[in-house]
């Protein structure tokens, strides 16, 4: 018999820069994971919508205000520390200097992605910017 984990929600920024980039920041130090690469966000708070917790994760981590945030994709992770529902949005716009706030790293990246390690719920995400793009090469390195 499998116990079903309860569902973390996740607000996830995919910022898109105007040439196509996209921002992607490491896993903070201390935190599961550290070091991987992955788009921004994290925990949704009781109360709060996607956009709401997408807004204040920026806010908190790298130090912008977003403009609107366009549900993409939903996904689903086990992870062994925790099961997830990521909720991707799409931002391309944005005011603020970035700052990483958490001691982070940031990447303006593209395909295929040059940083390495991957966070495996970012993978998915990689596939869908190609099948979009028209990309048909390796969405990141191993």
Known sequence: ??????ITEVAV?????????FLLTTRPPGKVYAGYWEFPGG?????ESIEQALARELREEIGIAIGTAHPWQVL???YPHARVRLNF???FDWTG????????QMAWAELPVQQKPVLPGTIPVL???AA??????PTHLD
């Open 1 to 6: 018999m499998t116990e079903e984990r309860e």
């Open 13 to 21: 920024g995919v910022l898109v820069a105007p040439d196509g980039r």
């Open 43 to 47: 925990k949704v708070e009781p109360g």
């Open 76 to 78: 689903v992770m086990d």
């Open 89 to 91: 949005c799409k931002v």
């Open 97 to 104: 200097e970035f700052q990483m706030l958490e001691g982070q």
């Open 127 to 129: 596939q869908w910017f």
């Open 132 to 137: 979009e793009r028209g990309h048909a090469g």
